[in-house]
């Protein structure tokens, strides 16, 4: 470090004492507030850059944090270690798996789950991760993101949600996002009542003016409901980003964890920096390369998002419930796959309502309606002949007329007889 401790934490206070508290606007509704009518304040106030400085510089003390090593579990343990102190549940979620093409061989390591348990099982995840490539301390790829995780620990511990909120650290990200995927994955199989996961990968770089009045979220096709909240939220908070939309398919590929969410049906919205960070998988990577201002504001936006969602009435999810995600399914049986769905003869799709009820449950192959139901279970018994690779397509409407909808790529061998 080029300054001495002291001097940045002083420099760090004068820097989070000088963001105004900002009055609540009607864009966002609460079924609580604290008895001073200054709640959204208090928990921006907690969000500061003396606290994100500790994390980051906790973090990036460990060296470079390459998925295996012992650098990688000792940054476990001080994870966890801080969302004990909080008293938040906390466990491992530990995983083994093979890499990616350029990782080979197979990893072992864990991630870190600290649950916030709410009024019902409806659930946020706010994630990041906390491995590095090698010959980095990654302090925003991905250091950034895991001291935003743990600062939204910090400020919301002590409240109760209507919804559980878990504050989620994966480790394996770099070597094909294997420990997300392991996560998610044992969540669908649990058939985990997830609302939405927020993914935070290097949110602390801004090298311009304009970079730093600037943040992007990308999210999946069920979200503009909650980026609408982001929006007004950093209104509220008088943040006033330039918010940059994007969209996130369901396909195999991501450039990040959201992508392992994404895959399994679940929402998920990523939150990146709006600059292109050129030290990123580089040595410069490091401390004096984070504008500790910009970290405190992208913070601050996802925990006062998290806290708005955490208490509002959600709206109904539909996600294709059969056939299952990298499953092989055959007659009545199925086996599992590494990647993907396929079925083979006879199948009944069906569609699962999550946060509320369905009016009516379209299935579409490709761009194609095929089958429209309007009674659950919501089913479509494939009363065709497909064959090949299609996108299979459920899209739910409501009593209010909202829509939600889920996708997958299938492979069907399904061939009627003539």
């Known amino acids: 470090m ?42 921006a106030l907690e969000v500061n850059a003396s606290l994100l400085y500790g994390y980051l ?38 995983w083994t798996a093979r890499g990616n093409l350029w990782h080979l061989g197979r990893f072992e390591s864990r991630n870190v789950v600290a649950t916030l348990p709410g009024d019902d099982n409806a659930t946020i995840v706010f994630n990041a991760h906390y491995d590095t490539v090698a010959d980095t301390v990654g302090a925003d790829d991905d250091a950034s993101g895991v001291a935003a995780v743990l600062a939204a620990a910090h400020a919301l511990h ?6 559980t909120v878990r504050f989620v650290v994966f480790s394996g990200e770099e070597e094909g996002l294997l420990g997300s995927h392991a996560y998610a994955s044992d969540l669908y199989d649990g058939d985990a009542s997830l609302v939405v996961e927020f993914n935070a990968d290097m ?26 909240v982001v929006e007004d939220v950093n209104a509220m908070m008088g943040i006033n ?24 049906g679940y929402e998920a919205v990523a939150f990146f920096e709006k600059e292109w960070n050129p030290y990123m998988h ?31 009435p959600l709206r ?45 449950v379209d299935f579409y192959l490709d761009d194609s309606l095929v089958h429209s139901d309007s009674a659950a279970p919501f089913t479509w018994d494939v009363d065709r002949s497909v064959v090949g690779m299609r996108t299979l397509r459920a899209v739910a409407t409501d009593m209010a007329g909202r829509g939600s909808e889920d996708y997958m790529p299938v492979l069907f061998l399904h061939v009627l007889p003539r």
């Open 282 to 312: 580089e040595p410069g990577d490091d401390l004096d390369n984070v504008n500790l201002s910009y970290l405190v504001n992208t913070t601050r936006l996802i925990t006062g998002t998290i806290e708005a969602l955490a208490d509002m």
């Open 203 to 228: 949110i602390g770089h801004a090298n311009t003016s304009e970079g730093g009045r600037s943040f992007r979220m990308y999210g999946t096709e069920d979200t503009a409901w909650m980026r609408g």
């Open 241 to 264: 980003f330039e918010l940059v939309n994007g969209s996130i398919g369901r396909g195999e590929q991501g450039g990040s964890d959201y992508a392992s969410f994404a895959r399994y």
């Open 2 to 43: 080029k300054q001495p401790f002291v001097a940045m934490v002083a420099f760090c206070l004068a820097v989070c004492l000088a963001v105004p508290a900002v009055a609540p606007s009607a864009g966002v509704q609460h079924d609580r507030q604290d008895t001073d009518g200054n709640r959204w304040a208090d928990t």
């Open 316 to 360: 109904p999810q539909v996600m294709l419930e059969v056939p299952r995600r990298d499953m092989l399914h055959y007659g009545g049986g199925m086996l599992p796959l590494p990647r993907g769905s396929i079925v083979v003869g006879d199948c009944t799709v069906r569609a699962r309502m999550w946060h509320g009820a369905a009016e009516q």
């Open 57 to 94: 510089s906790g973090l990036v003390g460990f060296g470079p944090r390459v998925t295996g090593t012992p650098a990688c579990q000792a940054a476990a343990e001080y994870i966890y270690n801080e969302f004990e102190q909080l008293g938040l549940e906390v466990a491992y979620h530990d």
């Open 158 to 163: 002590d409240q109760r949600f209507a919804h």
